[in-house]
């Protein structure tokens, strides 16, 4: 019963190969997200986390993740301080390099444009943080649903346009010594479709939002080069990636386009 | 290494409980579906295969439902003859009850309305069998996406109207001695959205499908109605269940309608 | 601009089809659980809302649910009284049933079996209640995740036997007067498997857990009819839905038990 | 009616941004698939299908995409022949480059060890090429199950290890005059594991399995290092891209171990 537990990843690897990321993937756990103008909010998390190991290490200390990850979620910082839980990582794994994504829902409150009637929205989300020696980098990561309207069917018919929803992805990497809140990120993006969309709409905001898609016609192209405009703009933010997806209303399939830049 | 292997399956089971369903799931296969008018189509399908397991043994023999699974397959069957495989079943795992379900993609033949333009369009469809003893009930299943046009912001609004892509989801039983194709169900269900989709639309075409949508503007409950007054117009239908959810293009949820009824 | 904004939905119908199920879906909000021995836990769910609709009707006001579920979010009860939600959405909605259903992750703290070692793990919940006129009817679901090792390969080999973490799903509808916990109906869960999962495990409680799965080899057969006889054992459980679902670690496929009973 | 349909499309455009990738995502389409030793497989195919846009075009052609994507498939070359497919879209939309990525099931026969009992396996596998004027680009993917047994659960437990079912993707690009099978990468992922996966063991098999796996212990970080070494010993691989991720089967999270290299 006291046999001797020999640490089998602490051996000697001989086959020369150091591997870039070793670690874990798909925890699920709370995280605490600052809100803009608000309290925290509490979210579920899916998280991947992982450590570069060395060519002469046959294994990483996988419970140590989990553990790290525990601690910071137990003083009510996971999420807040990414840059220090690499560094926790980067220590406890004695590691070169550390590199962390959380994956969350985070519900942000809208109101209506014309009744003002409110509720809360909820946008897919991602922080993704990576620590090489000292050298931080940090990637905030949020999907926008909006209406795209066609310009061509509106040209075309001589009434109506097909509509749809669409998905706008961005990511952003900039400067680490200023913030960027995710309701801004989400409110750019919102910005830049045919009409945002709303959790609650009374009848005089549908007469709205459907009269103001039809006076805003875009394609992906349209809102791609639009989102891309206003992150130009933003003079903190470094590089992005950008897509934007419309789940066609005509079609069984989406009309697509992409963007990555370094600025 | 000549040891007996024991079949521990086969052993007494004394917890006195009968198991309605024990077997194979996500088993990712090929099937063969005969088409209306055409040649056969070859798709990749996975099955859920089971029977019932008496309260006196441990567990059913797994292997055994890949390897008529394969069997059928190998002869160019399976798909074909669903009560033929059930029977078979049913009588290598000596049980009284056998069921089957196959999901898979199923790409029928579509020309734009105006152009002509032919292409094809993949649609989700299920076959699902049950033998219990000698008695076998078929289910059909097909998921159909249209456009559907909200009445409420066509009426409202002084131009336009909201729009987006709906999914019909049907599934029926009907008398085991009749056939029904999949291509009438996906027809019927595609006549019952504001508008069918095509994979490919030229201008005159897109012109045509927006034009159409405006003129024939339905809530999912109209679409549902129209549905189920077709479904019942067939008599050899015994029961159906069906749901249509339209992914809002002015919400980032979904309407949502559901019926299901033994005629 | 003042256009006066007509009811469509407030429309006869001629149809003559009632609708079982018209309403919402997908809609994302957070909701408050109520934890066994400590403070509620927010977390975010996905919605399902619906009311019946008489023949006569052309539509549901499909704004009404989202403002239910938002009043309810907003004075803290969303998730908490499941019947009030329901007789506050009958009313609203002038319906004579109403459904509704959450989907969500709970997360439970869980310690090592020997180094004590502490943290949460997340568990995929459901609150689903139906209301027909005044009688009310209320599902509760959990999946669970286990261990299970196949005891027909330990039985077979000369040493080691395959095993994989496998999905237990329980759903149970109870005397609406008593109470039963996520936590209790998933510490049954667990206590039938091969051995239950940890989200932290340091070296001596690796061992505990390998050691423990051999020592208590479990088919998908054995696991459901182990969580039924303790289903049955709780008197307040009036019908249940159970499956087992192992995702295999020498197959591609899972190996499947299902089973559905009113006691 | 004979209204004239003007090109929204080829309007100019002022914002000064060109885009990278413009088109089609998520088209359903069957694709043929050349086998080795073996005549050719027609499967379901998932494409993404984009070009360059310069900046002073309003809009690409979406409906081109469809026409080509169905022109090749009606001539039963959709999956054969990449690069040319590309050009035709290049010439076509009139762009500077041109991209597609297939995802497909592939279904491979496999035979058990020892028994010999024979049936399929579906592998999700990819094709992905990028022409960039005359410089063309081709991607080949698997993933690919298999078994891993845990070295360090197998070295502290007094009997038995952990093992699960582990999944391996390899994106790899080579010499574009040169052919790699999917068979061929699927076999040196196989070889990679614990133990492989088969669709059909009897008894004997399964016997066969368990010991090997339990021979052959291997991390995560020891799968990824041997099909990195493996995939280094094709001289005609330019650079490649795994991943292995293990469903732990005494967590609720992934092992998860990643590279990215060229050679």
């Given at each position: 019963m006291t046999k001797f537990l020999k640490d089998i990843q602490n051996l000697k690897d001989t086959r020369g190969i150091a591997i870039q990321k070793v670690g874990v993937k798909d925890v699920e756990i709370p995280l605490i997200i600052q809100r803009k103008n608000d309290s925290d909010q509490i979210v579920s998390a899916k998280a991947r986390m992982s450590v570069s190991l060395p060519q002469?290490?046959?294994?990483?200390?996988?419970s140590r993740f989990m553990e790290v990850l525990d601690e910071w979620r137990a003083k009510n910082l996971l999420g807040v301080d990414i840059k220090g839980i690499l560094k926790d990582v980067q220590q406890k794994l004695n590691a070169q390099s550390a590199h962390v994504r959380f994956n969350f829902k985070y519900f942000v409150k809208k109101e209506a444009?014309?009744?003002?009637a409110q509720s809360v929205m909820g946008y897919d989300c991602s922080f993704e943080g990576n620590l090489q020696k000292d050298e931080y980098n940090f990637l905030l990561g949020v999907k926008v649903p909006v209406t795209t309207l066609c310009p061509c069917s509106k040209e075309i018919s001589n009434y109506s346009a097909h509509n749809q929803r669409a998905l706008i992805k961005i990511i952003i990497n900039y400067d680490e010594n200023q913030h960027i809140w995710l309701e801004d990120l989400i409110k750019l993006a919102e910005s830049c479709g045919s009409c945002e969309l709303y959790p609650i709409l009374k009848r005089e905001d549908e007469k709205y939002v459907t009269e103001k898609a039809y006076d805003n016609p875009k394609f992906v192209e349209d809102v791609i080069r639009d989102v891309i405009l206003k992150l130009k703009e933003?003079?903190?933010?470094k590089s992005f990636e950008v897509e934007c997806e419309a789940f066609e209303s005509i079609h069984n399939h989406s009309a697509w386009a992409y963007q990555k830049e370094t600025i």
């Open positions: 002469n290490y046959k294994g990483t200390h996988m444009p014309i009744s003002k933003n003079k903190i933010i």
